[in-house]
């Protein structure tokens, strides 16, 4: 054999080797990024689930109180069933359009509260609507981690050459979890 013959081969196996580390560091990579976009859902899925859970001992309280509102409260329902069903199914962009139908509601419990001087002196009602409040903004922060997740693994997953290994993979492209403001209601208020 030749010296010729024995360096190209020894640069052809060097390349080789590189190219098979580049492959499993970035499959590694993706996988990585992949499991932060899902425990990120998993974390706002667990708040998400907790408001829920929270809002019939809110309307109980309230609808004791505050009888003339009883078909706001039934709406209120309606929406957190739409919301949890939603969740429940996994499906993200349908959540964030539940959510967001739900979450343009969460301000007229105040202003019902607003309306009822015993229900604002309610220690169960005040302690339940603070409780929201901090769930609230738990959820907000959660979901602006996990739409940095998303976005970090979408642009992850186009960019060459990592797209190649991401089409290998299977990596499909996730959906952001947006609040839709449009189609919060217009709240009134009226002196």
């Known amino acids: 054999m030749s010296n010729g013959l024995i360096i190209a081969g020894a640069v052809a196996g060097f390349f080789l080797l590189i190219g098979i580390f580049w492959f499993f560091s970035t499959w590694n990579r993706l996988v990585s990024l992949e499991l932060n976009v ?8 667990v708040l998400l689930k907790q408001r829920y859970d929270m809002i019939p001992n809110l309307v109980n309280i309230a609808k004791g109180i505050a009888k003339h509102e009883i078909a706001f409260f039934d709406k209120l329902f309606e929406a957190r069933r739409a919301a949890a069903g939603a969740l429940q199914s996994g499906n993200i962009e349908g959540t964030a359009r539940a959510e967001s139908a739900f979450a343009a509601m969460i301000p007229r419990i105040n202003m019902v509260a607003e309306q009822y001087p015993e229900l604002k002196s309610d220690s169960s009602f005040l302690n339940i609507q603070n409780q ?49 403001d449009h189609e919060r209601e217009n709240v009134v208020i009226e002196f």
Do not use: H
């Not at 899902?38 to 899925?45: E, K």
């Open 38 to 45: 899902d425990n990120s859902w998993a974390q706002i899925s």
């Open 132 to 180: 929201l409040v901090a769930l609230e903004n738990s959820i907000a922060d959660r979901r602006e981690f996990y739409n940095s997740s998303v976005t970090s693994f979408n642009k992850a997953i186009q960019m060459i050459p990592t797209v190649f290994v991401a089409n290998v993979k299977g990596c499909e492209r996730r959906s952001l979890f947006e609040i839709f």
